[in-house]
């Protein structure tokens, strides 16, 4: 028996950014129909100094028609979503407080769903396509987190390193400064020892 189905079908759209941010930066993400699901998410991976410290960055989106949909404060990293109750286009902007320039991996995906009538001969089709489409979103889902999860190991990696070049050189300047009173201790320990001879001498 033929039935009326509702197919689902998923347009997704997504791009991802690695910048190098001074002062403020600005991107756009149009988007082509009201209630689609934006998803985004940053990492801070590296400063131009490894001697600064942890500093955040600010994110602000705003929508088509300039209101305020998320205001991110002195984070390093984050991640989040929210439904685009008009389309247009989205700004994504970010600004960096600290006097180092930052690099940033930035993600946006915006996933998009539409349903459409056609006849099928199966009445069980419609929850086995829920199904698949319910698959396919976890699927970007995991792809989105596996991003963000590879931007934060770089940003570790990246915090580690800079840890272990501030060890080595606190250890170079305190074995150093180790040496020097060493050989201070030595030439005031020999001047006395002289002082003593001449005046036994004497």
Same mark, same amino acid.
């Given at each position: 028996m033929l039935s009326n189905v509702e197919i689902l079908a998923c347009m997704q759209l997504a791009f991802g950014l690695r910048i190098v941010i001074d002062r403020e930066e600005c991107f756009s993400q149009? $988007? #082509?129909?009201?209630?689609? !699901?934006?998803? @985004?998410s940053f990492v801070v991976l590296k400063y131009d100094s490894s001697w600064q !410290?942890?500093? %955040?960055?600010?994110?602000?989106? !705003? %929508?088509?028609d300039g209101n305020q949909i998320q205001d991110i404060r002195d984070k390093t990293t984050d991640k989040f979503d929210f439904v685009a109750h008009k389309k247009g286009v989205y700004k994504f902007c970010f600004t960096n407080r600290s006097?180092?320039?930052?690099? *940033?991996? =930035?993600? $946006? =995906?915006?996933g998009h769903f539409t349903y459409y009538? #056609?006849? @099928?001969?199966? #009445?069980?089709?419609?929850?086995?396509? #829920?199904? *698949?489409?319910?698959? @396919?979103? @976890?699927l970007h889902n995991i792809e989105f987190e596996q991003h963000w999860l590879e931007a934060q190991t770089e940003r570790q990696a990246i915090i580690n390193e800079a840890m272990s070049k501030r060890a080595i050189h606190k250890a170079l300047v305190e074995s150093s400064a180790l040496v020097a009173a060493s050989v201070l201790q030595i030439y005031f320990m020999k001047r006395m020892f002289e002082r003593k001879l001449s005046v036994v001498r004497v």
């Open positions: 149009k $988007v #082509e129909y009201d209630w689609d !699901t934006v998803r @985004a !410290t942890d500093h %955040g960055v600010d994110l602000v989106v !705003t %929508g088509p006097p180092y320039h930052e690099s *940033i991996d =930035f993600d $946006v =995906f915006v009538d #056609e006849h @099928a001969k199966d #009445e069980h089709l419609k929850p086995l396509l #829920e199904q *698949i489409e319910k698959v @396919a979103d @976890a």
